[in-house]
């Protein structure tokens, strides 16, 4: 997860929404990406879509079903789809998003996905609000 | 819907899963995409999404507000996250998903998005069931 929170960092660096994840197979990371709908003027370039389309291509093969992924924030409903299409084993993620979160529209994920939210939660929060803050002011 | 069907008839020449889409504004196309999930090893690579990026892309912004996706299958959780996301304004589909589609996970569109299912419902479900019949046989 500080791996994650090291891409969030590099986001918000950029003036991208700061969300970090990383993919992880065997103890190594075969996967790091951040936020860039930006950059890419494109709502599906989340930090777990760049992940999963980079660890796919790494392993040459779509399906991720010996990894965990990483990530800074709760999944929102897309990307909790891709990780549900891409067969991911576990999700760990750092702070919850009440309003677009995965959770909040109750989806339910693969029943084979381990799923553990909260972790370096308030580090993922906190980075989150100092960026809206900013924009704000 | 025709022209997401030309696209779905593409996916299928090219040994895709034959799901085609075209998002449309002020009555001109302006994207078309298909399945290009095996091609590029990537399950996030649905029509839907190659759709939305592309028309993004044409827009040079996000969002597409005024702008419909017509796409031969009903979308999965994945599809309609992107599509919230966009902010698109209508989707119409073709033949229903009863196990992957974004109905069966009860999954809400976005309030401001009008959504009709069962658009040439009948030849968006053929060109799947021929491609699933001649995959197995």
């Given at each position: 997860?500080?791996?994650?929170?090291?891409?969030?960092?590099?986001?918000?660096?950029?003036?991208?929404?700061?969300?970090?994840?990383?993919?992880?197979?065997?103890?190594?990371?075969?996967?790091?990406?951040?936020?860039l709908?930006?950059?890419?003027?494109?709502?599906?370039?989340?930090?777990?879509?760049?992940?999963?389309?980079?660890?796919?291509?790494?392993?040459?093969g779509?399906?991720?079903?010996?990894?965990?992924?990483?990530?800074?924030?709760?999944?929102?409903?897309?990307?909790?789809?891709?990780?549900?299409?891409?067969?991911?084993?576990?999700?760990?993620?750092?702070a919850?998003?009440?309003?677009?979160?995965?959770?909040?529209?109750?989806?339910?994920?693969?029943p084979?996905?381990?799923?553990?939210?909260?972790?370096?939660?308030?580090?993922?929060?906190?980075?989150?609000?100092?960026?809206?803050?900013?924009?704000?002011?």
């Amino acid at each position: 997860m500080k791996q994650a929170l090291v891409e969030a960092q590099k986001a918000y660096d950029a003036n991208e929404v700061p969300v970090g994840a990383v993919i992880v197979t065997n103890n190594t990371i075969i996967a790091r990406a951040h936020n860039l709908t930006e950059r890419l003027h494109d709502v599906t370039a989340h930090a777990e879509m760049q992940a999963i389309t980079a660890a796919a291509n790494f392993l040459n093969g779509k399906y991720l079903n010996d990894c965990t992924l990483y990530v800074t924030l709760e999944p929102c409903v897309m990307c909790m789809g891709a990780i549900y299409w891409a067969q991911l084993s576990g999700i760990v993620f750092g702070a919850e998003d009440p309003k677009r979160g995965f959770q909040q529209a109750q989806l339910i994920p693969h029943p084979k996905a381990k799923v553990f939210g909260g972790v370096m939660a308030e580090e993922s929060k906190m980075i989150l609000q100092d960026f809206f803050r900013k924009k704000r002011a």
